[in-house]
């Protein structure tokens, strides 16, 4: 069955600090991973999408790392902000016909001052 | 500005009754999409259409209905056969069903008095 599992489920750090969080999936045969940063009540919006052969992808302040071998993602958060406090999603998406989005049930980053 | 509109943000209903929610993008998407968030858990396909006159059940389809007359537009009925649907709803849309970013609207909030 394919699955994505995140951890932890919710994380609370002080600003400035870094945090890592992490993405295991069960999808196969695996096409891409996304991770997305949904605020409250917001729609999710793209932060990293990364293929097969990628291992490592930055945007800003966010890096995501892929190891394909052992189907595991994780998103590094670097000198966090107030406004990064949202919820977290990992996405992988399988490489089958029809839609093959699945979603991980996201990370709750609470970043305080 | 290119994206996805959702409406209304918020939405309260009777028990019943009916509801339609609208989604209307000016991306020249082919594929788009209907989520159902809930707390603590991932999003869950509702239906998707990857053309228009063309739709497809997801994994909770019961006590939903959609319509694709147009490109741009992919309105979500909540019918009153759906029985817990107080819920986040996100619709979304992509290039086709697995091809490009998935882009998602701000959602709509349905409560069910």
């Known amino acids: 069955k394919n699955q994505v599992e995140q951890s932890p489920q919710s994380l609370i750090i002080l600003e400035g600090k870094n945090c890592t969080l992490q993405?295991?999936?069960?999808?196969?045969?695996?096409?891409?991973l996304r991770w997305y940063k949904q605020d409250t009540g917001r729609g999710p919006v793209s932060l990293t999408i990364?293929?097969?052969?990628?291992n490592t992808k930055s945007n800003g302040r966010y890096t995501a790392t892929l190891d394909a071998d052992t189907k595991q993602s994780s998103l590094h958060i670097t000198a966090s902000q107030l406004s990064d406090s949202a919820s977290y999603i990992c996405?992988?998406?399988?490489?089958?016909?029809?839609?093959?989005?699945?979603f991980g049930k996201g990370t709750t980053l609470s970043v305080s001052s | 500005d290119g994206g996805i509109t959702q409406s209304p943000k918020y939405l309260f209903r009777k028990e019943g009754q009916n509801v339609t929610l609208s989604c209307e993008q000016n991306?020249?998407?082919?594929?788009m999409y209907w989520y159902r968030q809930d707390p603590g858990q991932g999003l869950r396909l509702i239906y998707y259409?990857?053309?228009?006159?063309?739709?497809q059940k997801g994994d909770i389809a019961e006590g939903y209905s959609v319509s694709r007359e147009k490109k741009e537009s992919f309105p979500l009925t909540v019918t009153s056969a759906q029985k817990n649907p107080t819920a986040f709803y996100l619709c979304?849309?992509?290039?086709?069903?697995?091809?490009?970013?998935?882009?998602f609207g701000e959602g709509s909030r349905l409560t069910v008095l």
């Open positions: 979304a849309s992509r290039w086709a069903v697995n091809t490009g970013e998935l882009f």
């Open positions: 993405c295991n999936y069960t999808v196969s045969p695996f096409s891409n």
């Open positions: 990364m293929t097969f052969s990628e």
């Open positions: 996405v992988v998406s399988a490489n089958q016909a029809g839609t093959a989005l699945i």
């Open positions: 991306l020249n998407h082919d594929a």
């Open positions: 259409s990857q053309i228009v006159n063309d739709f």
